[in-house]
Nanobody
């Protein structure tokens, strides 16, 4: 089983940057694909980015491509989301998730474990 804890959220002005972190614990973390999802007020949870356990393949939502970068450090059991050029529409609770089948999928049901989320608020 994998436990995930997000951190790094906060209030930032439009055009600014934040780096989210997800700390993992439990067995076989380095064999899991990791994803970031977000849920804005009044909306369903949506895919943001994902990365295979090797770090060699990534997947991004069109809305964040070119602005966000997902990375991981398996030795530290950490996954990161660097968010640049933030927009007010990026405001959401951000969640990290782990997929034991290493699929870098865009669907929430593909992920086995979830963190509790960290709030990101972007002011205009």
């Amino acid at each position: 089983q994998v436990q995930l804890v997000e951190s790094g959220g906060g209030l930032v002005q439009a055009g600014g940057s934040l780096r989210l972190s997800c700390a993992a614990s439990g067995r076989t973390f380095n064999n899991y694909a990791m994803g970031w999802f977000r849920r804005a007020p009044g909306k369903e949870r949506e895919f943001v980015a994902a990365i295979r356990w090797s770090g060699g393949s990534t997947n991004y939502a069109d809305s964040v491509k070119g602005r966000f970068t997902i990375s991981r450090d398996n030795a530290k059991k950490m996954v990161y989301l660097q968010m640049n050029s933030l927009k007010p529409e990026d405001t959401a609770v951000y969640y990290c998730a782990a997929d034991r089948y290493n699929r870098i999928a865009t669907m929430t049901w593909a992920y086995d474990y979830w963190g509790q989320g960290t709030q990101v608020t972007v002011s205009s």
